[in-house]
């Protein structure tokens, strides 16, 4: 009758399973890679289009008229700015309430867990300042967020200057059906997660803020500018999200057309949008852990595109004719260039081939636990099979996750101790020490040997590799869903090491292979393509100190910003690894 | 002598005019309406649809120039343009570029406004069956004497029109809506105006008499908009529309343009899609059906100092058929109540039958057992 339900059939397919398994599975690691590298090409790319019917219409401002104004207010900032040595508060509260908006500010501040080199910052303290321009006629429940972050030093002066100028001619037109919120934030990412927590009346990362006096209605769109220079000769669109999430595609459909209709540069993530650099626009794409989280608005439903835009009038036009939450477009999806994408559906097969290897070899396994062994040659079969041990079994897991813990909770906890007996900076401590509970994890298969009271059974072996695989296969799943870029990664370099590990491979070069497929390794390899790509190729020193400097990054990102990359890797991932780094020291 | 040479002459030519104007009485009541209604519907609403808005008011200002009073028409509107909060001209809704022409103007009169533009009170409307707590200005009071112009735009697929963004009406539930008009004698003749993407579905299924109906797009094509304008941002008319304007407003109650040329605005060329009309269930030719029969509310006057007894029943003018064409069959109204479908009667028959064979079987069995039991011999005892 069925295909599983006759036993015959069933025989002939667990054979052709068992036998077929290793060609079957390097077939579907090459088609996996295959269709990833194929994403860029025609079949799967579709051009972007508008999907929200609220946003079809255009209205195009020929000439935004107080440009000059705005060039000299931002040196005014700038004057300020140097002045007061940090964000000129009372100078923006003056200068925005005499543009006819209603003013407010909010303090904030917070202490890193320990110091960031790359901003030199430890305990930060700041305000952020924003005036709300009231919609004429509209009832006041809907909102749009433009900020202008005030960098120190001589970044970004022309932003503040542009937004005050546009707040001066938003106010003189009558048609807004949103209030506009024009938020200057000082330490740019700390600031703007502590307005938008207070905003959102959440505290979901601990940093101290005053509450907010004045507010505007829920946020449909964001866009935040940051100025070069003074002359401007292209666009550049972000699209990160925290832990992977993206803005509806809309937003960045919005942003093409009007470079289109304005006829400027438009670059996107920094690369040109043009088809030929389809495989570099790939792997741009799929930047796991770096390239921080700019778009914390995501977490609140409402999303935020980062321009270095002139003439973005239009957007903010087009953004006030919305009607309800950006929500026709995707939201899942990779842009290999500004004009075309790929959605979900075509791009999560190419992950959907790589995790069938693990399931080919997780059912490969289950067939030979279920089988009973051969007879040995001189015919005196192995009557006992004792049922796996549950402890033999049991202490793996829970000693790579304890390992887990202790490279989550330890870097950062012990940073004190390791400063008073190492001459290292602190957050030196702390990339170090997460650094060598890692490689002290590799030395694990030995002790947990000692650990056990009798030898390993022949099968246990296989039941840790069938629930490590299992585990890795869901695992993977769910990072590939809400961050494909991470997913796949590590489905690249983890699947084909969890497919083939035994006890019965050559260990030093298994061994080998294994470390040099491990999560840390691939991160390594990673920070040297990405700087290749971005075409600033470093050196292995350069090199290696970017790669601590991203770890470190990394704990600060989650402590600061709530991202989970850093507890995936070192709580999850970290420890699947290890098992397998355990199967491989079988005894 | 001259006097009275010249009396008589006066008086042969009065007799001569009002015998004049005795005959000239019969063409006076040619056409067949008296009155005039319109019922104009945009059935969208939300700021960027302002052009549906901007074609149905530029409609409705047109059939008020041309006569139709308020009170004749029934207009149903969101009316959410004018006071948007994004219309950086507040009251105003403008039908051309470089804000023209206003034609929200100060005197526009919104029958069904808001919400109230449903596919229920637009066939309430047109079917007569509203409340009693119905205001007159809601109702479309008709007789079987008046010509309805009805004019609807929109968002439409084929075979539907999407009301307001919730619900839609079929072709067929329109179709059915004129039947019902047809038989409760709402209308003498209807104008169908529609101006949505393949908008030639909607007249498709048409099956009452005197129906006349004009579309945009043809199934399958859609219907495209004018021009946007760069102040207000939004696209202001319908090109079908837009041209349908320009036409009329050549057209002012005297005027004697008929229906063909109607058929010819907006061809493909400027429209880029390709308009449809259907007459097939219209009784008279379009040739000689004015713009405004439908568009216009004209009162046809006749100045004369001649009293005009009209004792006798007026003949009507017969039309001379055009092109030698045949006249058609004069319409009659349906049967109200076919009682011989109901009781269903068979008809007398007229003709002698033989009987039935039934009846001749059985008399054939009985004679059969008669003569088996009792013999032949008793024959001679029933012949």
Known sequence: MGLLSDPNRRRALINLLTRLNAPICAVCYIAGVAWFMGLAFEPFTLRTYMSENAMGSTMVEERFPAGERALATGREFAAHKKRAGGMPVDWLVKTMQSRGLEVFTQKFSRTLPFPDENKERYMVKGTNVYGILRAPRAPRTEALVLTAPCSPGDDNNQAVGLLLGLAQYFRNQIYWAKDIIFLVNEHDLIGMQAWL???????????????????????QAALSLELSSDIITSLD?????????????????????????????????GKPCCPDHDADGNEAS?????????????????????????????QILKLNNLLERLHQSYFFYLMPSLSHFVSIGYYMPAFGLLAVILLLRALDLWVQLATPPVRTEDGIADLEQSSPEVLSVLTPLVISHLTGAALYFFPIQFQATAVEHFPVSESEAVVLTAIAIYTAGLALPHNTHRLLSGEGVEQDWRVLKLIAVLYMAVLLGCTALIN???????????????????????????????????PACTLLFLVFFFQDLQEIPVSFEDGWMLFLSVISQGILDHSLYGSLVYPLIALMVYPCWLLFWNILFWK | ?????????????????????????????????????????????????????????????????????????????ADDMACNHRNPKPATVFSHKNMELNVY?????????????????????????????????????????????????????????????????????????????????????????????????????FYSPNLMALASSQVGEDSLSHQPDLAIGVHLMDRYTFYLLEFLEDIHPASKANMNDLFKVCPKSQCVSTPGHRTDLFLRDPGSVLITDFFGSVRKVEITTETISLTDPIKQVEEIAVHGEQEKETYSYVDQLPVSEIIHQKPKQKDWHPPDGFILGLWTLILLVFFKSYGAKHLKHIF
């Open chain 2, 105 to 205: 103007g100060d005197d526009v009169e919104v029958d069904y406004r808001g919400y109230e533009v449903t596919v229920e009170n637009f066939l309430r409307v047109l079917t007569g069956r509203l409340p009693p707590s119905t205001p007159r200005s809601k109702r479309l009071l008709s007789d079987d004497r008046s010509n309805i112009l009805i004019y609807l735009t929109g968002h439409g697929g084929n075979g539907f029109l999407k009301f307001q963004d919730s619900e839609e009406i079929s072709n067929v539930e329109l179709a059915d809506a004129f039947e019902q008009m047809w038989q409760k004698r709402r209308y003498n003749e209807l104008l169908f105006i529609i101006d949505t993407c393949q908008g030639a579905s909607m007249y498709e299924r």
């Open chain 1, 237 to 269: 669109l972000v699209l990160e999200g925290l832990n992977g999430q993206l803005p509806n595609l809309d937003l960045a459909n919005l942003f093409y057309a009007f470079c289109q209709k304005i006829g400027v540069t438009c670059t996107i993530q």
């Open chain 2, 1 to 77: 002598m001259k006097i009275p040479t010249l009396l008589s002459l006066f008086a042969a030519c009065f007799v001569a005019g009002s015998a004049n104007i005795e005959e000239n009485v019969g063409q006076f009541f040619s056409s067949g309406h008296t009155n005039n209604w319109a019922v104009l519907v945009c059935t969208s609403r939300f700021w960027f649809n302002y052009r549906h808005v901007a074609n149905t008011l530029s409609v409705y200002r047109s059939v008020k120039r041309l006569g139709i009073p308020d009170s004749h028409i029934v207009l149903m509107l």
């Open chain 1, 484 to 518: 494909f870029s991470l997913g796949f990664i590590l489905a690249l370099t983890l699947v084909p090491m969890a497919a083939f590990i035994t006890p019965h491979r050559p260990k030093v070069l298994s061994a080998f292979i294994m470390v040099i497929l491990s």
């Open chain 1, 197 to 219: 927590e207070g905003y959102h009346h959440t505290n979901t990362t601990g940093i101290d803020w005053s509450p907010l006096q004045g507010r505007g209605g829920s946020i």
């Open chain 1, 286 to 314: 799929q930047r796991p852990t770096m390239g921080g989280p700019r778009a914390f608005f995501t977490c609140h439903h409402c999303w935020q595109v980062r321009t270095n835009d002139f003439s973005f009038i239009n």
